[in-house]
């Protein structure tokens, strides 16, 4: 079996360990392989890592990794999809595939942008919409629109990252996306930002909320908020006792599967925990994954 490494272009962006966990730790700052694969559902998992990279740091050292085991988009249960293929241009971020009753799918976030992948995201159904959290994700989002023919969404406040967006959130209330699918406004981490809510099994959380291994809790990056940590709070605690949902999928930061009542319990906590943060400058390496 071949001999795996992370090269030195890793921006510890944490995507890696999130699909391999046991065989990819944080070790000095950044990611390395610490266990090669042991069997074929291993090496499926390493190769899940290879293709979400945004920098392609995960290398064999014999050569190219193995494209047949490239699984994205790849189903975390039977109603999202992950996209894979993070990236650089959106800051490494993890966008999602939601499959509609309709047969159609939303695009929330983009992933690298490609003809080929476009081709595959749209393999099980017409995307109709592309649905933009914030600025940061915002790279990719016209010309998979486009290709796609559907409608680009972003929030009023970070419209200058998607001038030409076909539909623009406005204020603070939820808005209907699709049967099913609402936005919630959640200003803080830019001013801008957005929850993506479905079916009360959903929240697609952009850079807002994450799940940190590191604390076993949902988190926010204090350490990262580009437009106001105290926004953050408001918002959390305005919001944060009518959501409902059983994934937790971030652009940053581990995803997280709970019982709707244990999420909800947490998200309440996590907003009187917010409450207390002040602000503080970036600092990239504080994220406590």
Request: charged share 25%.
């Amino acid at each position: 079996m071949d001999h795996w490494y992370v090269d030195d272009r890793c921006t510890n962006c944490d995507v890696a360990r999130q699909l391999a966990p046991e065989l990819i730790s944080e070790v000095g700052g950044r990611s390395e392989v610490v266990r090669q694969p042991r069997d074929e559902a291993e090496a499926r998992r390493l190769h899940a890592a290879v293709f979400a990279c945004p920098t392609r740091s995960i290398r064999p050292a014999s050569g190219q990794p193995d494209r047949a085991l490239d699984p994205f988009p790849m189903a975390l249960d039977d109603g999202v999809l992950i996209c894979g293929h993070n990236s650089q241009h959106n800051a490494g971020a993890n966008s999602y595939l939601l499959p509609r009753p309709s047969g159609t799918a939303m695009m929330i976030d983009t992933p690298r942008w490609s003809r080929e992948l476009a081709g595959r995201y749209a393999a099980s159904g017409p995307v109709t919409d592309v649905l933009l959290t914030h600025r940061d994700h915002a790279a990719h989002g016209r010309r998979y629109a486009d290709h796609f023919g559907a409608r680009l969404w972003i929030h009023e406040g970070d419209l200058d990252a998607a001038p030409d967006a076909d539909q623009v959130i406005r204020g603070l209330e939820p808005v209907e996306i699709g049967p099913g699918v609402t936005a919630q406004p959640l200003p803080g981490h830019t001013r801008g930002s957005v929850l993506y809510l479905a079916d009360d099994r959903y929240c697609f959380s952009g850079d807002s909320i994450y799940w940190s291994r590191s604390l076993g809790d949902l988190a926010v990056a204090e350490s990262v908020t580009w437009h106001s940590i105290e926004e953050l709070a408001a918002s959390l605690a305005r919001v944060a006792g009518r959501l409902r949902c059983e994934w937790m999928l971030p652009g940053h930061g581990d995803r997280c599967h709970l019982d709707a009542d244990e999420m909800s319990r947490r998200l309440r906590a996590l907003a009187e925990r917010t409450a207390l943060l002040r602000p503080r400058p970036i600092d990239f390496t504080a994220v406590r994954w």
